[in-house]
């Protein structure tokens, strides 16, 4: 539909639907788009740390706990898709290092469900989601938009760790 740049002096600059057009969720999908593009367009990702920790009893009565760290760590991709099918979920971007597929989800509003989990989860690659709540009616810049997607840690969380059980 066409649209208006609105250039006022007390808004942030912005486009709008031209009369009678609706445009909900317009700013979610923008938002949602240019985190994926942010990816592509590094190549590369920075992943949030995981800490595990078991406590287990042993057949004779005793107890030991024990716990396992990985840090945040870089990772190039010699590859980043977007939306492509895998079995029977879509991640928002598969990034490849080496052998490894890396499954990334992007939530703006709309969030990984427990289905999806599951089916992310039984695909067995390493998957995370990025939370862009907070984002989501903020005015941004490419570099913003980078540094809280590609090189930050706050706001992503795994979502599947291969063997982290073990």
Known sequence: RPLIARQGELR???FAHAIGADCEGGAESALHLAAKTAIERVGGITLPGLTVKRT??????????GEASIL?????????RTEVRLGDVIPDVVGTAGMQAYLI???VTHFVDTGKLAILKALGHP????DLRGVDREAWDWPAL????????SGKHWLAYPGHEA
């Open 12 to 14: 942030v600059w912005h």
């Open 105 to 107: 989800e992007v939530g």
């Open 56 to 65: 287990l009893t042993l057949p004779d009565g005793r107890r030991g706990t």
């Open 146 to 153: 980078e540094q809280i997607v590609v090189h930050g840690v």
């Open 127 to 130: 998957a995370i989601e990025i």
């Open 72 to 80: 945040e760590t870089w990772i190039d991709f010699s590859e980043v």
